[in-house]
């Protein structure tokens, strides 16, 4: 989650909700996402389509973080010079709440001044018709969002697209059904 200000716009990476998706994941797929929440209030964070675990969350160093991370977003975001998270880290990681523990969530806390690692497990979008409705299933690239809960946070941004693929990491419509977007 990125603040340039205080009291301004929140984004994810510093990139506009309505800028392209920038984040291809492959169906089928495993990631590990981390929400990186140097601002002093906690987030809930929800992922539309998926269900995912919480591995831990890590208090890091966030006035530090933020400094090198804008340098970076303002010396043209070069990959060689991005913020190594790493070095931030202020402790060890900390085990999810009792109950997050081998549950399932669609919407995750964010601490303020942390990390929050979640696990998304085969990220496969629903292809067939949903409720009985034709033409209602997904098609790749698929496109979902995950968002901020606050309703206020949310309306001011902080959201944005991510995009499953092929399993050949293809990024190109196949031309059926509506372009291939999901929600």
């Given at each position: 989650m990125y603040q340039h200000e205080l009291y301004r716009t929140m984004t994810f990476n510093a990139v506009p909700y309505m800028e392209p998706s920038q984040d291809f994941i492959k169906e089928g797929s495993t990631e590990i996402w981390e929400y990186i929440n140097p601002n002093h209030d906690a987030h809930p964070m929800h992922v539309h389509l998926v269900n995912f675990q919480v591995l831990?969350?890590?208090?890091?160093?966030?006035?530090?973080?933020?400094?090198?991370?804008?340098?970076?977003?303002?010396?043209?975001?070069k990959p060689k010079d991005h913020p190594v998270l790493a070095n931030y880290f202020t402790g060890p990681p900390i085990p999810p709440n009792p109950d997050e523990t081998?549950?399932?969530?669609?919407?995750?806390?964010?601490?303020?001044?942390?990390?929050?690692?979640?696990?998304i497990q085969e990220f496969i979008?629903?292809?067939?018709?949903?409720?009985?409705?034709?033409?209602?299933?997904?098609?790749?690239?698929?496109?979902?969002?995950?968002?901020?809960?606050?309703?206020?946070?949310?309306?001011?941004?902080?959201?944005?697209?991510?995009?499953?693929?092929?399993?050949?990491?293809?990024?190109?419509?196949?031309?059926?059904?509506?372009?291939?977007?999901?929600?």
């Open positions: 831990n969350r890590q208090p890091i160093d966030t006035a530090a973080y933020q400094k090198d991370y804008d340098k970076w977003i303002y010396g043209g975001r081998l549950s399932y969530k669609d919407t995750v806390k964010a601490p303020a001044q942390m990390v929050t690692r979640i696990i979008p629903p292809k067939r018709d949903i409720a009985s409705i034709p033409n209602s299933g997904a098609e790749l690239p698929a496109t979902y969002i995950h968002h901020c809960h606050l309703l206020e946070h949310e309306d001011d941004g902080l959201m944005r697209p991510w995009t499953i693929v092929g399993r050949d990491g293809d990024h190109h419509d196949s031309g059926h059904r509506g372009g291939g977007h999901g929600h």
